[in-house]
């Protein structure tokens, strides 16, 4: 594996790598990997000649207040882990390279970007299309892969991509989770070990809404509230959201009806925040 740094060097290993007709395949992450991520790495090496892992800790997608400085960071770890789950090039630009002095222009996904994590978070999805914006400029991708965990995320790439007429095939892949159901998140490790505990409620909760909806249920109300229920019982010390969307538009659904619902929430545990999500089918012949 080799790790490049420079931008410009990026552009020309892409361009070069075009040219003798590889495929390339990038896998963005903001770095302190984990199974997760490296899923989406094995699965860009299944579907791709050269696969290219980014690791940035993208300042622009997070708010004031938020964990920018905290976020954890293991380079040395990354460059190995990353190494053994098939990475060709592992591209770490520098924040002053990837934002210089006078940086002004960003990428807006109008809508998408302002609803549920974006109405908690305003300016975090306009820095998430500005970087990806900005490594697809870099890396020169054919094929991205994401992963479900960050659902509105993917939503709101894969309306960039059309929006902007890019020439890369998104891919989004499953949700890679530990023993007990929790969602593998580089946040997890804020979690002290009671809320570790606590925290497999928010997989709970979606299997009950999944259980629920399989019997017949069909009242975002009822599922709401029993998905409420549990989390309170589990300490959650707050819940954001919990939202039923359409899988692909991420637009909110009145009613819960076939094929599929994809439900989403956002809770806190103690001062971390986690996101989980679910796609349920919905069966057509059941009735609530
Ligand atoms: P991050 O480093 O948190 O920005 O995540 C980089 C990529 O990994 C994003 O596309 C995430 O959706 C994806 N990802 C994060 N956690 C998981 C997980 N548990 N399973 C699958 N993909 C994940």
Redesign the pocket.
Known sequence: MEIVRSIADMQTRAEGLRREGKSIGI???????????L??IARARKETNVVVTTLFV?PAQFGLNEDLEQYPRDPVRDEKLAAEAGTDILFMPETRDMYPEGYRTYVVTEELAGILEGKIRPTHFRGVTTVVMKLFQIVKPHTA??????AQ??AIIRQMIRDLNLDVRLI??????EADGL?????NIYLNPDERKSAVALWKSLRFAKDAIGRGERSIVVLRSGMEVMLQEARASSIDYIAFVHPNTFREIDEIGPPEVLIALAVRFGRTRLLDNAIVSVPAEATS
Do not use: C, E, W, Y
């Open positions: 896998v963005p992450t903001m770095g302190f990997l984990h199974d997760g991520h899923s989406l993208n892969v994401f992963g479900q965990k960050d995320q993917a989004v892949a499953p949700i890679v989770r969602a593998m998140s580089s946040r």
